[in-house]
């Protein structure tokens, strides 16, 4: 099933996403497993060639990715027999996800934030007060960021513009995430206020992509073929074990009735008031 490697700086956990990936393909469970890491463990992965001498290995940097390198670099996943990708994060947001896939995304988000909205905030998008100088609340201007982000996407596919090779299009059915909490960073939809811990905006662009690919991975092969790796499992805010969950385990989260934050917040979390330290 999909894992989460929460292991110590120093536990090995680069040798198991090398392992898990290798063992993937040997029982047949993949057949193009992708890791995802920072630029700066990308020398770690040599341990990849120490213990799989004989594996097919393709790397993606940034600069393998820049301009037109990017199509070539695609093209070379898409029709290429690896036994894994190791990619850095900028190289990643650079393969692009499907413009259906996005709207799908973005649609699935303003039905969250418009259920967690009240009346008013609803009011407030749909009549655009915020013209006449009235300053947008923080789930009115999250709705109204993503609706414009949507009539983009939207205006894409109207124009079919092609765009090459897309995310789901690579054949890639495994993904592997090193430093995992780099992508901790979703949108959250939720009318708790005033709660320290609670975080605001539309959620980071690496993370809502890299949200994406792991859905189209899971529709594939629900619950399983997604790993997460990360030494720093918290860093500063309850939401992001609510956001593993959603990568993780987006159906046990559905199938409970916690799959909106406020539902999984009121099962799992306790809003105190205490003092705290300057």
């Known amino acids: 099933g999909n894992t989460y490697l929460a292991h110590t700086m120093g536990a090995g956990k680069t ?58 670099f695609m093209a070379r996943i898409a029709t290429g027999d690896w036994d894994a990708i190791i990619v850095t994060r900028d190289a990643m947001v650079r393969m692009p996800a499907g413009a259906e896939a996005w709207k799908e995304f973005i649609e699935e988000q303003i039905a969250e934030l418009r259920a967690a909205a009240s009346d008013e905030e609803l009011a407030e998008v749909d009549n655009k007060k915020a013209k ?26 109207d124009e079919k513009k092609d765009r090459g090779l897309a995310w789901e299009d ?49 529709k594939n092969t629900p619950g399983r073929n997604i790993v997460f790796s990360s ?8 939401a992001e074990l609510y956001w593993l969950q959603k990568f993780l385990q987006p159906d046990a989260l559905r199938l409970a009735g916690v799959d909106n934050f406020d539902a999984w917040a009121s099962t799992f979390g306790n809003i105190g008031t205490k003092y705290e330290a300057d």
Do not use: C, W
């Open 15 to 72: 040798v198991v996403m090398a392992a898990i990936a290798m063992e993937y393909r040997r029982l047949g469970l993949a057949k193009k497993p992708i890791i995802v890491i920072p630029k700066q463990t990308l020398s770690d992965y040599a341990k990849f060639a120490q213990y799989y001498p004989t594996a097919r290995v393709l790397i993606g940097t940034k600069e393998s990715t820049d301009g037109d390198k990017r199509k070539q």
């Open 170 to 218: 690579l054949g890639v059915d495994m993904l592997l995430v090193d430093e995992s909490h780099g992508y901790r960073k979703l949108t959250l939809a939720t009318n708790i206020r005033d709660v320290a811990g609670i975080p605001t905006g539309t959620g980071s662009q690496r993370g809502n992509d890299l949200f994406i690919k792991a859905r189209a991975i899971h």
């Open 132 to 157: 006449g100088g009235r300053r947008l609340s923080d789930l009115a201007r999250k709705i109204e960021t993503l609706e414009q982000r949507l009539a983009e996407i939207q205006k894409t596919i």
């Open 231 to 238: 030494g720093t499992p918290l860093v500063n805010s309850v």
